[in-house]
């Protein structure tokens, strides 16, 4: 039996990994402090006896008495509602203040550590699609800086811990993810068309809708982690996750209208600063490497979310 430490574990992407290692026969501690997760989220395995919740801040550093063979580092605000403002701050301490932690762990344990970094490293994209060799475009000092350049640091932190304190690390750089244990607030696209197509409110673009994002369902990226953790050591990455399918925002409003509300409308509100105007994965390395690509297209993927969110509402 391996085991398995996930922070971030009541978060969206965090509880549906959980879940899926805990059905595999694994045993896993969860870490979160409950910012952005939920509880529900984990309702299914949380009297599991492979399952221990640990409620605690990465910032501070975690002490495990049991042997840990692998660590998946998912604990971080990530959507603009969450890491903008007055937690732009406590974001970048996560980053980094949270992954050196967890780094030490790893260190101590001799374990594998997964850092969940993101396609935000690559700002206003210089290339199209994006690959692993872009170094990317970010503005530092803007109000999405806490997490780009925060997550950007981490990444850098873990090959330094590889170089010099030959800790076993694997980075995934996470493009945009849907599905079932989406925070309705944490006002990501998906979720904000959705809710406000159910409650009979008209959908929200920023700017005029061209900009574009590439959609993933949570299932195949949580096969993707998976795969990447327990690939070879020698390849840590890093390795983009994400669905190469592009879509301008106004086609994801008119798929979703066409679902909940037919006649519904559409209004357009000024673009977020820096907000990228295109985002697309190369997964070339990922197929080659891990043997993965997504399977779940977009409409079934917004049906399975749509399904989900009607059971919140």
Partial sequence: MTSILITGASGFLGSNLTIRLIQEGNRVIGVDNNYTGRMSNLSRIINHPN????????IEP???????????????????????????????????????????????????LLQASTSEIYGEPLEHPQQESCRGNVNP?????????????????????????????????????????MDPNDGRVISNFILQALRGED???????????SFCYVDDLIEGIIRMMNSPRSFCGPVNLGNPGEFTVQELAQKVLAR???????????????????RRPDISLAKEKLGWQPQVALDEGLDKTIAYFKTLI
Avoid: W
């Fill in 141 to 181: 000092i803007g109000i999405r800086s806490c997490y780009d350049e925060g997550k950007r640091c981490a990444e850098s932190l873990c090959f330094d811990y590889m170089r010099q304190e030959n800790v076993s690390i694997k980075i995934v750089r996470i493009f945009n993810t849907y599905g079932p244990h």
């Fill in 203 to 213: 959908l929200t673009i920023y700017g005029d809708g061209s900009q574009t994002r």
């Fill in 260 to 278: 909940l509300r037919p006649n519904g409308k559409i209004s357009y509100q000024a673009l977020p600063s820096d907000d990228p105007t295109r």
């Fill in 51 to 58: 399952f221990t919740f640990i409620e605690h801040d990465i």
């Fill in 62 to 112: 975690l002490t495990v008495d049991e042997k840990i063979d692998q660590i998946y580092n998912l604990a971080c605000p990530a959507s603009p509602v969450a890491y903008q403002g007055k937690h732009a701050i406590l974001t970048t301490k996560t980053c980094v203040y949270g992954v050196i932690n967890m780094l030490e762990l790893a260190k101590k344990h001799q374990a594998t």
